[in-house]
């Protein structure tokens, strides 16, 4: 097997512009500092975790036993007893929260799934494939989810058996919903524990409360179904990958033996990535959980330090308590392209993940910013 030479000149270019702009994320919360240099070797191997990590499989290259540890962790990680959990790791996040409509699916499958306007535009394709009856409900401007109009659907359908789908951080805005209230308002309206499911979608907030002094409710001590996190986003991995966690009950309900693996198989996929979860266990492992909090109390004083940058200019910038991303209104094109920053609507953000040591690049967007802004009455908006 060998390149041409102007393939591999097209390659150089390549890996040239990757190290150019290493580090250019500051508009999706994808972490770039990581390194995973000592398991290069494993990428001479052909590993393929398809199935279940618990049981034989007759692929011999698997990494079934890291997985085992990373889901373990995560077990801890989220407040269930790792023998009534299970998981796996998923291609991202998507992935994940598809599992977990699928499972609510399945245990109810006349039920109706809620999830808010500002939740991930994935959710609405998912309903679709997964033909589950859905309704959108309304956000409040700080992105959570509007609990009043939340349960006036709910009674207006008369809905049985909801399916709330919670966003523990929305892409833009960072905004958690509230659990505990949504749990007690479901309770209020007659709706007993075992009518519904509760699903938290924590693509990346999920790597970020378990090491804050005060987390907002978003695990399974705080009543939630299942969870779904990105391991690209918080944790920084070359290439997407994620985890999800439910209850065990709630999976054994869709486990199917195959025989052609000669094991179980709960999972959507079939092959699955076998070097993601050696990526994400040698990642949790390479940091104690002090040294996790250090990292997540860095991400956050670095958002706090744009709000206040911002502010400082009189540009109306925002976070949410214990969130990393950091709302501002939306700039001229020429600086969100620039700066390849995600916009909806007027409303832009900058996510102040790992790898932004020190705050050279924030500055250079904020400064962008500053000065793209229309000056108004000496203050700029
Ligand atoms: C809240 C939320 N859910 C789900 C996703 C999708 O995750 P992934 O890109 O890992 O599939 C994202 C991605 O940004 C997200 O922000």
Redesign the pocket.
Known sequence: MSLSLADRDRLDAFWRFCLDNQYFNIGY?ESADFDYGYLQRFMQFSINNCGDWGAECNYLLNTFEFEKDVMQYFAGLFHIPFAQSWGYVTG???EG?MFACYLARELFPTGTLFYSRDT?Y?VAKIVRLLRIKSCVVDALPGGEIDEDDLMRKIAAQQVRHPIVFA?I???LRGAVDNIASIQQRLALAGISRQDYYLHA?A??SGMILPFVERPQPFNFADGIDSIAV?G?KMIGTPH?C?VVLAKREHVERISVDVDYISAPDRTITGSRSGHAPLMLWAALRSRSFAEWQQRTRRCLNMAQYAVDRFREAGINAWRHENSITVVFPSPPPAVWKKHCVATSGNTAHLVATGHHRDSRRIDALIDDVIASAPVSGGSVT
């Open positions: 919360p991202g996040g998507t929260n991930h994935s966003n951080g929305t892409t979608d693509a990346l990105s690209h997407p994620g």
